[in-house]
């Protein structure tokens, strides 16, 4: 596996690549690893860290679309079905079913007949690979769930959909390291300043941006997986393109836990969009707004979180009002929206998330619009399709480029660590075993062999998350973490559900940050605790 930034950076500047793709979310992660299991010489880099932007804010959902079938988009809602059901059958450990409770409200636009048998088409078109929906009276909604306030309501009902059972940017980072394990050169904090095609190749001036280092990498195709940035880079390598986009900003709340089971909790909220209610570990996430925004740089605003909380209160019956003292953490990114360029400003909260892909075939340049996460493996498909017509040569017909390892790998796994479950941490949401799998696979074998020789590897390494030491040394040496929010933001959800004040005095963080950055421990150990947290006053 190459997951050696210096390494890899040192390679980018030496050798010429088939592909180099700019941007490492979702769209840039699974075009990655869909070219590099096809023997395809391919470099990614990004400004940032890997799903920085876009790919690290969203509802940690799969799903199908089911509020596309009331703008009659049942094209695009039997897609994202078989997408999602592609997702949780060859990733079981990490994408799994979850189910969702709806209210209808009086006086709501549609009956809640006719809602529910929406649910039932929306079941069929998922070709009926989870469980059936199931109407529900207003007393059964209320002992399903006692949070959810039945006053107003109409009836309700249950349906299925799909659900991250870590983080999405957690998601993305696996299809970084499975492109990698194909001879990918990946490298995060890594900014392309120029790009310009001269000689029948792309000649892009890159930086270092943790050295401000400058090299030059050379390729024969450029790919655009800038997410909400791809108009901007655009403009600067001078590409023209069919489509653009428009940005809806999204922000998620996290509070301590409101629904006794795990399901998602979907309502219409005052603006009548969807209003979502997920579990979080041992946390709640609500939200999310939907908002058109001119920029992808965009911020939590007081208005924001006073929609969410006021949402809150007034949908679900709770002891006390949620307050702004009660959120533990706070997300906000924006949804690149693709739109054809000759619509203008149409109507965009109609806008779906599907995906566009523009080619310029004589500049053998690539770019990515929109897209979500449920319909990743579709993306990486169609790009190496696309580049397999750009005359690039497929050396390998690895058509199965996603996945988690075969069962019998699990299966040998799982027996391995029974007696190293009985050294979970204590306080743990699940055992050792299960987690060590859905965040690493195979490599997993690495770490049991590593608590095998030394226990004290299972221990706790940092007070309130469940990070062991065995994980620690792991992602020192493979994970290219730069600095400590790419481990407690992105490569672990734990600063999504975990106060900041709790992260920033915790023990072990000083010893964590040695292990990870030597000598420079103690000034990102400074740059951690200095990172502006939301003001609660």
């Known amino acids: 596996m190459s997951l050696n930034r210096t390494n890899n950076i040192k390679q980018l500047a030496e050798e010429e690549l088939d592909v180099l793709?700019?941007?490492?979310?979702?769209?840039?992660?699974?075009a990655a690893a869909s070219l590099a299991a096809k023997g395809v010489k391919v470099g990614l880099i990004d400004k940032g860290d890997f799903a920085g932007a876009t790919s690290s804010n969203s509802s940690n959902l799969a799903w199908g679309g089911i509020k596309y079938l009331e703008s009659h988009e049942y094209r695009l809602v039997n897609k994202l079905c078989k997408s999602r059901n592609n997702l949780m059958k060859h990733y079981p450990s990490s994408v799994t079913e979850v189910r969702f409770l709806t209210t209808i409200q009086k006086g709501f636009r549609f009956p809640v007949w006719f809602v529910f048998m929406g649910t039932l088409a929306y079941w069929l078109f998922g070709r009926l690979f989870t469980m059936a929906p199931k109407y529900l009276t207003r007393n059964a909604i209320k002992q399903l769930?006692?949070?959810?306030?039945?006053?107003?309501?109409?009836?309700?009902?249950?349906?299925?959909?799909?659900?991250?059972?870590?983080?999405?940017?957690r998601f993305v980072f696996n299809f970084i390291t499975a492109a990698a394990k194909k001879s990918a050169l990946v490298a995060n904090y890594v900014e392309s300043i120029k790009a310009v095609r001269e000689n029948n190749q792309w000649v892009i001036d890159a930086k270092d941006?943790?050295?401000?280092?400058?090299?030059?990498?050379?390729?024969?195709?450029?790919?655009?997986?800038?997410?909400?940035?791809?108009d901007q880079v655009n403009k600067s390598t001078k590409q023209k393109t069919s489509h653009h986009h428009l940005f809806s900003k999204g922000v998620h709340l996290t509070v301590e836990r409101i629904s006794k089971?795990?399901?998602?909790?979907?309502?219409?909220?005052?603006?009548?969009?969807?209003?979502f209610v997920l579990p979080?570990?041992?946390?709640?996430?609500?939200?999310?707004?939907?908002?058109?925004?001119?920029?992808?740089?965009?911020e939590v605003t007081d208005e924001d979180r006073q929609f969410i909380l006021d949402n809150a209160n007034t949908l679900l019956e709770l002891d006390k009002p949620l307050t702004k003292a009660d959120i533990i953490a706070e997300r906000c990114g924006v949804r690149p929206l693709a739109i054809e360029a000759e619509e203008g400003v149409a109507d965009w909260v109609a806008l779906s998330r599907k995906h566009a892909i523009d080619v310029n075939k004589q500049d053998k340049h690539i770019s990515i619009f929109g897209g979500k996460l449920t319909d990743c493996i579709n993306v990486g498909d169609e790009v190496a399709d696309i580049v397999k017509d750009l005359a690039i040569?497929?050396?390998?017909?690895?058509?199965?480029?996603?996945?988690?390892?075969?069962?019998?790998?699990?299966?040998?796994?799982?027996?391995a660590m029974v007696e190293i479950d009985k050294l979970t941490p204590k306080g743990a949401l699940e055992p050792l075993s299960s987690r060590f799998w859905r965040r690493y696979g195979e490599d997993a074998f690495v770490l049991l062999e590593a608590i095998k020789q030394?226990?004290?590897?299972?221990?706790?390494?940092?007070?309130?998350?469940?990070?062991?030491?065995?994980?620690?040394?792991?992602?020192?040496e493979n994970e290219m973490v730069v600095n400590l929010d790419d481990l407690l933001r992105r490569r672990s959800k734990a600063t999504l559900v975990i106060r900041k004040e709790l992260l920033?005095?915790?023990?072990?963080?000083?010893?964590?940050?040695?292990?990870?950055?030597?000598?420079?421990?103690?000034?990102?150990?400074?740059?951690?605790?200095?990172?502006?947290?939301?003001?609660?006053?």
């Open 21 to 30: 793709i700019l941007g490492g979310g979702i769209n840039g992660a699974v």
């Open 393 to 415: 040569p497929m050396k390998k017909n690895d058509s199965l480029w996603y996945g988690e390892p075969a069962d019998s790998v699990k299966a040998k796994f799982m027996s």
């Open 145 to 169: 769930e006692p949070s959810i306030k039945v006053t107003g309501a109409q009836a309700g009902f249950e349906y299925s959909d799909a659900f991250l059972k870590d983080n999405d940017s």
């Open 209 to 230: 941006n943790t050295t401000d280092e400058t090299f030059t990498i050379k390729a024969k195709t450029l790919i655009n997986a800038c997410g909400p940035m791809v």
């Open 504 to 537: 920033d005095n915790a023990e072990g963080l000083e010893a964590v940050s040695e292990r990870l950055f030597g000598d420079k421990a103690q000034q990102k150990v400074t740059e951690f605790r200095n990172a502006v947290s939301f003001n609660r006053d």
């Open 454 to 476: 030394d226990p004290s590897k299972a221990e706790l390494a940092l007070e309130h998350t469940e990070f062991t030491w065995a994980e620690i040394d792991w992602v020192a």
């Open 280 to 298: 979080m570990g041992s946390k709640t996430c609500i939200g999310t707004t939907d908002n058109q925004v001119e920029s992808h740089k965009t």
């Open 261 to 275: 089971d795990h399901r998602v909790l979907a309502f219409f909220a005052s603006d009548g969009r969807l209003f």
